[in-house]
């Protein structure tokens, strides 16, 4: 997993079935310092999570299936909680 | 998933009997800006997208094989949705 | 596999109820050298392992369900071993 | 899939007995250009594939066994078609 | 597949069962060139290769776990064939 934050959402009518009822966002994988970390990813959601929220973002897509109750669904990356604090030991 | 736009298309005549009858796209991902992310990539159609059209592309090979219904299928990437507006906290 | 140092753990109340009562540890890539590889990921433990501890890290999701015995859960990578020497030819 | 072109092959008499009866092609992922894209990798033929043929390249291990109709060997790259024309919209 | 070579192996006393009569070898992945193909990773043993030894080495999970006959455990890379010798098109 990465830590990642919510920075938007798409929308996409005509799409798999699957998808529908289902938010899709753009998330941000953040280095432990808070700076980007690649480029924005898109992720569906299965925590209500919302736009500026720190979150768990799942990158495979057997996990991520998963993680939305639909292992028959093309989801390769899913938000599967929200980060109240990180711990790091110095 | 990336955001990826459809710029062409493949043909092969001799492939795996899976992907017949099925277009292989090349789809170039994209960052949010809209730039090139990376190298162009090829993959199946699952929703009859065109060339020009901003799509939801699915990067691994079990999401990509269910998105296109043919669970035994030698597949890993397919386009699955149609974008119609990215919207980005500002 | 990768070699890897905990240096951290995750605190996430809202989370996906596969995650309960397992604790999401920070690690650390490392190369042969000690050094870091790349940036810092998300983990699920499966051996009680603490911080500072080197360890093996697997970095596919259904090997890392597998592992903390969990198949279908949103897991995408996990600590299966902790290492006590690595031998090298020189 | 990614486009890339058949440069080698390799011999190992000594390997996985879902190898045996199969080449290990030598191939090299290329760009639409048809420069290089990144080193080569070792793959599977199934669709007896030739020096210098431009093929398909599927890089997924699921993908992969299921291309070979091998379902339970450790293969992870395959060529599943051999490449007539690429199309691209200008 | 990638090429690589065996340049040691790692001790760990404390892991997973699967894991348990099984060698982990620190394997070195290479370009045809001969030289490193970025940082070493950790593969589990499949046919009793040594040190010094060009193999054929498997990266993805589902594969790995197949080629050393334990689907159910967590393993992510394994060596499945010893390379005697690799043609390249001149």
Known sequence: ???????GD???????PSHHGRKILVVQPLDLDGSDRGGA???LDSVD??????VLLVTEGFSAMTAVGRPDS???????????????DD
Do not use: E, S
């Open 1 to 7: 997993m990465l830590i990642a934050r919510i920075i």
């Open 10 to 16: 798409v929308v996409a009518t005509h799409k798999a």
């Open 41 to 43: 990813v898109l992720a």
């Open 49 to 54: 999570a919302g736009i500026g929220d720190r």
């Open 74 to 88: 093309p989801i390769d990356m899913a938000v599967i909680g929200v980060i109240d604090a990180v711990h790091l």
